[in-house]
């Protein structure tokens, strides 16, 4: 099986087989309190999905807000940490587009909230000959008032809950075509907004 920790949005967790068809999956759309309720999606998940081997697990990197997005991310390298498996970063829009380019026959835009009256904006189009969602414009902040204007036309879907699910299928597919989708660092939209101290200033004397 192949497990998948994402909380770029709310707090989503799934299992899958190999071939894509899903085990398990256990989510919260609170935006908030990653922390408090990703151990109980986790388990719930294990449970339900059953005793079999898990030989990977899908990080969703992100774009997401700097602490919740180090909770998932921490959580699926813990976990692959402890049985000796590898993690598989996939950047999180690419969970939602390859739900989209089921029916979207043209460009379209995954649309999160970043916060502070602003969206992180990504432009897919359709997916590749190994079934992975095509970029065709990376992934950007942009004021939200200033959205539509930004996209020029193309098709927004607006997204407020991420699926583990299509997140692990993303990544057992860039597996099976050895592909990385990203690498280790996640995408913070903007750094923390607390910051260390700088260097206490000399006193002369």
Same mark, same amino acid.
């Given at each position: 099986?192949?497990?998948?920790? #994402?909380?770029?949005?709310?707090?989503?967790?799934?299992?899958?087989?190999?071939?894509?068809?899903?085990?398990?999956?256990? +989510?919260?759309?609170?935006?908030?309190?990653?922390?408090?309720?990703?151990?109980?999606?986790?388990?719930?998940?294990?449970?339900?999905?059953?005793?079999?081997?898990? +030989?990977?697990?899908?990080?969703?990197?992100?774009?997401?807000?700097?602490?919740?997005?180090?909770?998932?991310?921490?959580?699926?390298?813990?976990?692959?940490?402890?049985?000796?498996?590898? @993690?598989?970063?996939?950047?999180?829009?690419?969970? *939602?587009?390859?739900? *989209?380019?089921?029916?979207?026959?043209?460009?379209?835009?995954?649309?999160?909230?970043?916060?502070?009256?602003?969206?992180?904006?990504? !432009?897919?189009?359709?997916? #590749?000959?190994?079934?992975?969602?095509?970029?065709?414009?990376? /992934?950007?902040? !942009?004021? %939200? @008032? #200033?959205?539509?204007?930004?996209?020029?036309? !193309?098709?927004?879907?607006?997204?407020?809950?991420?699926?583990?699910?299509?997140?692990?299928?993303?990544? %057992?597919?860039?597996? *099976?075509?050895?592909?990385?989708? /990203?690498?280790?660092?996640?995408?913070?939209?903007?750094?923390?907004?607390?910051?260390?101290?700088?260097?206490?200033?000399?006193?002369?004397?």
């Amino acid at each position: 099986m192949i497990l998948a920790v #994402d909380t770029s949005l709310g707090t989503a967790v799934a299992l899958i087989d190999p071939d894509g068809t899903a085990r398990a999956e256990a +989510s919260a759309a609170d935006p908030l309190g990653h922390a408090e309720v990703i151990g109980d999606l986790l388990l719930g998940a294990l449970r339900e999905a059953g005793d079999d081997e898990i +030989s990977h697990v899908v990080a969703g990197m992100g774009p997401g807000p700097f602490t919740g997005l180090r909770i998932g991310i921490a959580t699926a390298r813990t976990f692959a940490l402890g049985r000796g498996i590898p @993690v598989i970063p996939v950047p999180s829009h690419f969970a *939602a587009a390859l739900t *989209a380019a089921e029916t979207e026959t043209s460009p379209f835009a995954i649309v999160t909230d970043a916060r502070r009256r602003e969206v992180a904006i990504t !432009v897919f189009d359709g997916t #590749d000959s190994d079934g992975i969602p095509v970029v065709v414009a990376d /992934t950007v902040l !942009v004021r %939200a @008032v #200033d959205a539509d204007a930004h996209l020029n036309g !193309v098709r927004r879907i607006d997204v407020k809950t991420l699926s583990a699910t299509a997140l692990a299928q993303v990544g %057992a597919r860039a597996h *099976a075509a050895g592909r990385e989708l /990203t690498g280790e660092e996640p995408l913070y939209m903007r750094q923390p907004d607390v910051t260390m101290p700088g260097a206490p200033k000399k006193v002369g004397t």
